[in-house]
């Protein structure tokens, strides 16, 4: 059988096919290793493979993007860190998921679950989730799911005072001094944000305007935000020059 597994996370590549290679519930006669969407349509466009591990958010955009490139008819197992618009649609399906990080049962179990289907599998049930997936990520995100401890938390747009990114994370920070890794990227997650209440001031922060408790006018072309709660990383806060008049205005508002 041969598998494809679709991550940019080398760690997460590795962890994966290392507990592939010791299950005994399929046969793996190769593993295919796409770090990218863009590597996954080329590999697609002229090969296959029996089965499919996709992580959801790749470094190069997001994954379900390679259907608009390519059609898929192989069952596939999603992989994401409590997505909770993910979460919603693969309940109504008959798409698995494992949600990070997974131990080596849940594996297991996902693998048993394409067993019990594979021979009568139908992709429409597939491509109408996919389908739904992208629809509901369109939508505008009112409440984000973050782990605490080993409890998911959904947190209300109104208590985030900011996302930041920091080396290859993101992470939400609420307005009562909580932060938290949030598996997104600013790319990615200004596109579903209420745009009333989030801007993207620059390329590590998108800031509520409530999170915002003095503006510091240093020149024309330099502009602070001090932001409450402070940031514990990166606590000086400038607006991009290229974002300072359309972010005053937005503050404005």
């Known amino acids: 059988m041969k598998i494809a597994i679709i991550e940019d996370e080398l ?3 590795n962890y994966l096919k290392n507990l592939l290679d010791a299950q005994n519930i399929v046969p793996v006669t190769e593993t295919v290793i796409l770090r990218s969407k863009k ?5 697609f466009e002229k090969d296959s493979a029996d089965l499919i591990f996709m992580d959801i958010h790749l470094g190069d955009g997001m994954s379900l993007e390679i259907f608009e490139q390519v059609e898929l008819f192989t069952p ?3 992989i994401t860190a409590f997505d909770e618009y993910a979460m919603r649609v693969f309940r109504h399906f008959t798409i698995d998921y494992l949600l990070k990080p997974f131990e080596e049962e849940d594996l297991h179990k996902a693998l048993q679950k394409f067993i019990s289907i594979r021979n009568n599998f139908d992709p429409e049930p597939v491509l109408k989730s996919i389908s ?4 509901v990520q369109d939508e505008v995100m009112k409440r984000f799911m973050v782990r605490e401890g080993n409890k998911l938390k959904s947190i209300d747009e109104h208590n985030t005072a900011y996302f930041f990114a920091s080396g290859k994370y993101l992470f939400l920070t609420t307005k009562d001094y909580q932060t938290y890794i949030y598996d997104d990227t600013i790319k990615d997650i200004i596109q579903k944000l209420n745009p009333d209440i ?7 922060f998108i800031i509520n305007k409530e999170a915002v408790s003095e503006i510091i006018k240093h020149s024309s072309q330099k502009v602070e935000l001090r932001l409450s709660p402070e940031p514990e990383v990166n606590a000086e806060v400038f607006i991009s020059k290229t974002q300072i008049a359309e972010c005053l205005n937005w503050l404005n508002k």
Do not use: E, W
């Open 11 to 13: 760690l997460a590549v």
């Open 39 to 43: 590597q996954a349509i080329d590999f």
């Open 76 to 78: 596939i197992i999603f």
């Open 132 to 135: 739904s997936l992208r629809q």
């Open 198 to 204: 989030f801007f993207k001031i620059n390329r590590k």
